[in-house]
C-alpha cells in the first residue's frame, strides 16, 4: 500500500513516518464509520456506541504522541530547538528590491 503524505517529505525517521501516515488512513476510515453509524446494536439488542469511537479516540491520542516524537508541534519544536522560518513582510521584499535596484555609491 501507498501513501500519500504530507509528513513523508520532512526526512524524518522513514519507518515512523510510514507509520504515521499509515494511522492518518486509519484514523479517516474509523472516522467515516462512525460519521456513518455513531450508534449500532449490541450484543443483547441494545443501542450502544459504534466501537470505532472509542477507537478514533485512541488513534487520535497515539498520533498526538507520534506528532510530537517527530517534531511536527510546535511544543516539540520549540524542545527539539527548532526554528520556525518566518516569511518576509512585504516591507522586506520593496526594500530588497530596491537595493537591488539601486548602483552602490562610489568610493573615494
Same mark, same amino acid.
Given at each position: 500500500?501507498?501513501?500519500? &503524505?504530507?509528513?513523508?517529505? &520532512?526526512?524524518?525517521?522513514?519507518?515512523?513516518?510510514?507509520?504515521? &501516515?499509515?494511522?492518518?488512513?486509519?484514523?479517516?476510515?474509523?472516522?467515516?464509520?462512525?460519521?456513518?453509524?455513531?450508534?449500532?446494536?449490541?450484543? @443483547?439488542?441494545?443501542?450502544? *456506541?459504534?466501537?470505532?469511537?472509542?477507537?478514533?479516540?485512541?488513534?487520535?491520542?497515539?498520533?498526538?504522541?507520534?506528532?510530537?516524537?517527530?517534531g511536527?508541534?510546535?511544543?516539540?519544536?520549540?524542545?527539539?530547538?527548532?526554528? *520556525?522560518? @518566518?516569511?518576509?513582510? @512585504?516591507?522586506?521584499?520593496?526594500? @530588497?528590491?530596491r537595493?537591488?535596484?539601486?548602483?552602490?555609491?562610489?568610493?573615494?
Amino acid at each position: 500500500m501507498e501513501f500519500r &503524505c504530507h509528513v513523508a517529505r &520532512c526526512g524524518c525517521d522513514s519507518r515512523m513516518v510510514d507509520t504515521l &501516515c499509515w494511522w492518518y488512513e486509519v484514523r479517516e476510515l474509523c472516522e467515516a464509520e462512525v460519521t456513518a453509524r455513531s450508534m449500532t446494536t449490541g450484543s @443483547k439488542g441494545q443501542l450502544r *456506541v459504534n466501537p470505532a469511537a472509542t477507537e478514533l479516540d485512541r488513534i487520535d491520542a497515539d498520533l498526538d504522541r507520534m506528532e510530537a516524537t517527530l517534531g511536527l508541534t510546535p511544543r516539540a519544536q520549540a524542545r527539539y530547538g527548532f526554528r *520556525v522560518a @518566518k516569511p518576509a513582510s @512585504k516591507l522586506d521584499e520593496l526594500t @530588497k528590491r530596491r537595493r537591488d535596484r539601486e548602483p552602490d555609491p562610489p568610493s573615494f
